[in-house]
């Protein structure tokens, strides 16, 4: 799409040029003309009197829909090896409540093989419907057969709304899909809602590094697609009285098709302490550890937490990418979070900030962490730490 100025239309006035806010329009032998600066935000359309400036619609565009047709709230439930992943629990829990806010359904869509009885306990957690496919090649996650399947069964079932989680599964083959069935996507959402007067779906997300929450419409397309990250939005309880139906469908048809690559195995992480996304306590460090982040993994250890990092560390290589916490890397909800030598930039609390609790070890008394720490200790984290390490073996009878 481009905005478009109709040179026989323009006047010359001039209210367009004042109206941007980006500098995109140039006057050029008393004419309007837009210039590569364009972020086709609009504005000169409608400020423009003589109706002049138009946007051009591309030939890939979308076409209209009716927005009547499309009804559900859908959760894409993704797994590991036939183990549904905890993410999914919590899209449950907020689709839930979009459905019941807009009297619509709530469905789970399961791609797997072989982990029917898993499928049906999406029921339990506030399912009505849980739709699973089951394919021998479905059973590890590849792009290809996921995107193909899933479009087309939107296609096909047209939902007003699919979520599915921020994690490198969702990341990485949910853009497809929305591409393939033509609208939008809102990426990395922490906050969902229901405008009360469009009942449009409300996709709340960080932008510009984290300093501001920008909240996203889809008005005109559907369904509305977001993925959401993990550990920001409460779980969905169990319940056993809650009812639904669960439809089987074997044999993914046209998605053998879309292969593409072959899985050929399927090769655990390896990992000396607990997985970071489901850890109760986390023990992070920062560029102030340095590379002796034998102290972090040992409190983590000792604590039987998960050890994190800071993108700084990442980026010097002193920890894998794994472990990053913040807006770039994993965001994480645990009930304890240490944070050892690590400054407070927007882009890690952007990751951590909905600890229940936070400690922070720093020298800096004016670090920002400070400003969001349920607990300070200002001072050498190099001393510090060992001290708390000795105090938890002690209340443990541990030499």
């Known amino acids: 799409m481009a905005v478009i100025v109709n040179k026989d239309k323009c006047n010359g006035c001039e209210i367009c040029v004042d109206s941007c806010l980006y500098a995109a329009i140039d006057m050029v032998d008393g004419k309007a003309w837009i210039n590569e600066k364009c972020t086709i935000c609009l504005v000169c359309i409608e400020e423009c009197p003589v109706e002049a400036i138009f946007q051009e619609e591309s030939e890939n565009a979308a076409p209209e829909i009716r927005k009547d047709e499309y009804s559900g709230v859908w959760v894409f439930a993704e797994h590991r090896q036939g183990k549904l992943s905890s993410v999914v629990l919590e899209l449950l829990g ?20 072989d982990m029917e009885d898993a499928a049906g306990e999406l029921i339990l957690y506030g399912a009505d419907e849980v739709i ?28 007003a709304m699919v979520l599915a989680g921020a994690t490198f599964m969702g990341r990485s083959f949910i853009p497809t899909v929305a591409s393939r069935v033509k609208t939008g996507l809102t990426a990395d959402c922490t906050a969902l809602s229901i405008d009360p007067q469009t009942g449009d779906l409300l996709q709340t ?29 409460v779980p969905a309880a169990r319940n056993p009285e809650h009812q639904g139906k669960l439809h089987v469908i074997r044999g993914m048809d046209g998605g053998k098709a879309h292969q593409g690559a072959e899985v050929i195995e399927v090769v655990p992480e390896v990992m000396d302490t607990v997985n970071l996304a489901e850890a109760d306590i986390i023990v992070s460090g920062g560029r102030g550890v340095g590379e002796a982040f034998g102290i972090i993994e040992e409190l983590a250890l000792v604590l039987g937490g998960a050890v994190g990092a800071s993108r700084a560390v990442v980026d010097a290589e002193w920890m894998p990418y ?78």
């Open 132 to 159: 699973y496919f089951d394919d021998p090649l479905l059973a590890a996650f590849n792009d290809g057969p996921y995107a193909a399947v899933l479009s087309d069964l939107i296609l096909e079932r047209k939902p």
């Open 94 to 113: 907020a689709g839930r409540k979009l459905a019941d806010e807009t009297g619509q359904s709530l469905s789970a869509v399961v791609l797997g093989y």
């Open 322 to 399: 794994s472990h990053q916490v913040g807006q770039t890397g994993k965001t994480v909800q645990p009930t304890i979070y240490f944070a050892c030598g690590i400054s407070g930039a927007v882009q890690h609390l952007a990751g951590m900030q909905s600890s229940d609790i936070i400690i922070a070890i720093n020298k800096d008394p004016d670090a920002p962490i400070f400003d969001v720490a349920t607990y300070g200790l200002v001072g050498d984290l190099f001393e510090i730490i060992p001290e708390i390490i000795r105090a938890v073996k002690a209340t443990r009878g541990e030499a």
């Open 205 to 233: 997300r960080p932008a510009f590094g984290g300093n501001i929450m920008a909240t996203i419409v889809c008005p005109n397309h559907r369904p509305q697609m977001a993925t959401v990250r993990h550990k920001v939005l």
